[in-house]
C-alpha cells in the first residue's frame, strides 16, 4: 500500500478482521443459533472475504469499482443469510455478521469521497432494516443507533479520506515547486555567469566600435535586457492547467517595447494566455510595420477581478477614421482576426482608440476566471 491511502486501507483490514472475531464469538455465545451448521458456514465464508480482501484492497491495481461492488454484494449476501442462521429474526438482535458489514461502508467511503459512503451506508441499512421488518416493521423497536452510526462511518472516514489525498496532492506540488525552483535558481546562476557577460561585452564593444558593430552590439543589449528580466521575474505558480500573462508578456521587451505587468499573477487558462500573447505580438507588429523597427510602444497589463486587461499603445502616425475597414474589405486582416477575432474568439473585447497624429492605443480584455 503506497500513497496517503495506505493506512487507510490498513485500518479498514483490521477492522474486518475484529468484526469477524466479533461475529464468531456471537455465533459461540449463542450455541451456533437455531441452524448452528449455516452459521459455521456463513462464518468461513466471512473468514474468506476478510483474507481476500486484505490483500487485494492493498494493490492499487485492483482497487475499483468492481472490487467495491463485489464487495458490497458478498457483504449483503451474508447479512441477508441471517434468518437462514437465527431463524425468525428478533427485532434487537445482531445479524449473523455483527459489524462485519460496516467494511465496505468504510471502504467505499474511503475510495469515493463522503458522499459515496453514504451511498453505502444506506445499502447496509436498508439491507438490515429490511431483515429486522420481515415480519412487520415496529418504529419503535428498529435499531435506529445501527444506521446512524454507519452513515457517520462512511460519511466521516470518507471526508477524512478525502481531506488527506488533497494534502498529499498539494504536498507533492509543493516539492515539484521547491525543485523547480532549485533549478531555476542553477539556471539563472550560470545565465549570468556566461550569456549575460557576454551579451554585455558585445554591446560595450559594438558600441566602442561603431558602423555596422555598434548595430550588433545595440541587438545584444536587446537580448541582454529581455533575459535579465526573464531570470529576475519569479511567478508565482498557478492553478494547474493556467498560466500566468505577466511570463508571456515579458518576452516582448527590448530597448524600444516597455512592458509593465503587476506584480502578483495574472493566471489564465492555458489557451486563453497563449492566445492574449499572440494577440499582443500581433499589435507589436503593427507598430513595427506601420511606425518603424525602433519605435517606442508599450504594453501594460492589469486585472480588476472580472477581467484581464492588456494595453498596447504607440506614439505613431495614428489610424485615419474607416481605415481598419477599408484594410478588412481589401484582405488585410491583421487587426480584424490577428487581434480582434484571436480576443473575441476567447469571449472578450477589443477597443482600438487613434487618430491621425497621436498614435494608437489598442485595449483587449478576457474575462478572468
Known amino acids: 500500500m503506497t500513497g496517503i491511502e ?27 443459533y437455531a441452524h448452528p451448521a449455516t452459521g ?42 441471517t434468518p437462514l442462521v437465527q431463524g425468525a429474526y428478533q427485532v434487537g438482535s445482531l445479524p449473523i455478521t455483527g459489524t462485519w458489514m460496516g467494511g465496505p461502508v468504510l471502504a467505499w467511503g474511503v475510495y469515493g469521497g463522503r458522499r459515496v459512503g453514504a451511498v453505502a451506508a444506506l445499502i447496509v441499512s436498508l439491507a438490515d432494516l429490511w431483515l429486522h421488518g420481515i415480519r412487520g416493521f415496529d ?40 525543485a523547480a525552483g532549485r533549478e531555476r535558481d542553477r539556471i539563472a546562476r550560470n545565465i549570468h555567469d556566461s550569456v549575460l557577460q557576454v551579451l554585455a561585452l558585445v554591446q560595450r564593444r559594438g558600441q566602442e566600435a561603431g558602423g555596422e ?11 541582454e535586457a529581455v533575459l535579465r528580466e526573464l531570470v529576475r521575474l519569479r511567478p508565482e505558480p498557478p492553478a494547474v492547467g493556467t498560466a500566468d500573462l505577466r511570463v508571456l508578456l515579458q518576452v516582448y521587451g527590448s530597448a524600444s517595447v516597455t512592458v509593465s505587468v503587476p506584480a502578483t499573477p495574472l493566471p489564465l487558462p492555458a489557451s486563453v494566455a497563449g492566445e492574449m500573447s499572440a494577440a499582443v ?26 477581467a484581464v486587461t492588456v494595453t498596447v499603445r504607440d506614439e505613431g502616425p495614428g489610424i485615419p477614421e474607416g481605415r481598419l475597414e477599408e484594410a478588412a474589405a481589401d484582405g488585410r486582416l491583421g487587426v480584424a482576426q490577428s487581434i480582434r477575432g484571436r480576443v473575441a474568439d476567447l469571449g472578450g473585447t477589443v477597443t482600438v482608440l487613434s487618430a491621425p497624429g497621436e498614435g494608437t492605443e489598442i485595449e483587449m480584455s478576457v474575462p478572468a476566471p
Not at 465464508?45 to 461492488?69: C, H, K, N, Q
Not at 443507533?145 to 496532492?169: D, I, P, Q, W
Not at 506601420?290 to 517606442?296: I, L, Q, V
Request: with cysteine.
Open 139 to 178: 418504529f419503535e423497536t428498529l435499531p435506529i443507533n445501527g444506521t446512524v452510526l454507519l452513515f457517520l462511518a462512511g460519511v466521516l472516514v470518507g471526508h477524512v479520506a478525502r481531506l488527506a489525498k488533497e494534502a498529499e496532492a498539494r504536498l507533492q506540488r509543493a516539492i515539484e515547486i521547491e
Open 281 to 306: 505580438g500581433a499589435a507589436l507588429d503593427n507598430v513595427v510595420r506601420h511606425c518603424g523597427p525602433y519605435a517606442p510602444a508599450w504594453v501594460f497589463a492589469e486585472s480588476d477581478g472580472g
Open 213 to 223: 558593430a555598434a548595430e550588433l552590439g545595440r541587438l545584444a543589449g536587446e537580448q
Open 40 to 81: 459455521w458456514l456463513v462464518i468461513g465464508f466471512m473468514t474468506l472475504w476478510t483474507v481476500a480482501t486484505i490483500f487485494v484492497y492493498s494493490d492499487a491495481e485492483f482497487r475499483g469499482w468492481p472490487l467495491l461492488i463485489a464487495d458490497m454484494l458478498v457483504t449483503l449476501g451474508c447479512l441477508l443469510a
Open 6 to 32: 495506505g493506512p487507510f486501507w490498513r485500518v479498514i483490514a483490521v477492522f474486518r478482521v475484529a468484526s469477524l472475531v466479533y461475529a464468531t464469538v456471537l455465533l459461540l455465545r449463542a450455541g451456533g
